[in-house]
């Protein structure tokens, strides 16, 4: 079945890049998403990506995607302590009209000073 | 300010008291969901809806019911709540897939 699959800790020092990394099997996925949870707050979308792109730059953020080997990833340039938090990557599996999200359990960043 | 509204933020109730989580959004979103979220088993999508009267089951359908009697409106209702059921709900509602979804705040229910 579907499954999105991510490591659960990432540890950085506050200035370094952070890398997110993310694999996917639906092959069918047409966006793939990641969203930030920070602790007692709901899921706030940070940015997505169409199948047919290999990147997307948004600010501080990268998302590349491999399509062939379905993999994502999510950079965050000049990491920040208010970047930590918990990172979720999404696909969007559901079958006809259901746009339900296929998630990962979440990469907890944590950003040392 | 668009968005999406859920209430309660908390709530603590007993084994087989009826409740209901509300949800709802200004965005004009014809798609509405709710998931709910346990650790070490991510987000699971309980039910969706695609516009008024049109409701389906996600993955966990069971012991939860929903309406969409309104557009903005898509209420989850716990008819005999179990403490299976204790977790950290969300409601979520999108324009179309290329959106994502706009999230609630969520609401932790603990069943004793």
């Known amino acids: 079945g579907e499954d999105v699959e991510q490591s659960l800790f990432l540890s950085v020092r506050e200035g370094d890049s952070s890398v997110i990394n993310c694999t996917y099997t639906?092959?069918?996925?047409?966006?793939l998403y990641w969203y930030k949870q920070e602790p007692g707050a709901g899921l706030q979308l940070l940015t997505y990506?169409?199948?047919n792109m290999d990147m997307k730059q948004d600010q501080r953020l990268t998302v590349l995607l491999n399509k062939k080997d379905k993999h994502l990833s999510l950079r965050i340039a000049d990491t920040q302590t208010g970047d930590s938090a918990i990172y979720f990557c999404a696909e969007s599996g559901g079958a006809g009209n259901n746009r339900k999200l296929i998630w990962g359990l979440g990469t907890s960043l944590g950003v040392n000073p | 300010e668009a968005q999406v509204t859920q209430n309660p933020r908390y709530l603590i109730t007993v084994t087989g008291k009826k409740l209901t989580v509300t949800c709802s959004q200004n965005m004009n979103h014809e798609y509405m969901s709710w998931y709910r979220q346990d650790p070490g088993l991510g987000l699971r999508q309980i039910y969706y809806s695609m516009n008024v009267e049109v409701t389906d089951k996600g993955d966990v359908p069971e012991g939860y019911k929903v309406s969409r009697k309104e557009k903005r409106n898509f209420p989850l209702i716990l008819e005999s709540p179990s403490p299976n059921q204790t977790s950290l709900y969300f409601c979520?509602?999108?324009?179309?897939?290329?959106?994502?979804?706009?999230f609630g705040s969520g609401t932790r229910l603990t069943v004793v």
């Open positions: 639906d092959s069918s996925s047409t966006y």
């Open positions: 979520a509602s999108s324009r179309d897939r290329g959106d994502g979804y706009t």
């Open positions: 990506i169409f199948s």
